[in-house]
C-alpha cells in the first residue's frame, strides 16, 4: 500500500511532526531523542481509501 508519509509521535511532551521520507523522520526523531532524552513513535501514514 502506498504511503502518504511518516508521522512523528512524542510520548512524552507535545511534539508532533510528520514528513513524507522515511530516513528524515528517523533522522528528526533521533534529534529529538538526543536533545530531550524523549522517546519518539514512528507511524506511517496510508492513504484515505473512500
Known amino acids: 500500500m ?29 534529534t529529538h531523542r538526543s536533545s530531550t532524552g524523549h522517546d519518539v513513535e514512528i507511524s506511517e501514514q496510508t492513504p484515505d481509501t473512500d
Open 2 to 30: 502506498p504511503t502518504n508519509g511518516w508521522r512523528l509521535s512524542c510520548t512524552d511532551c507535545s511534539f508532533e511532526s510528520a514528513t513524507s521520507g522515511r530516513d528524515l523522520a528517523e533522522s528528526m526523531a533521533s
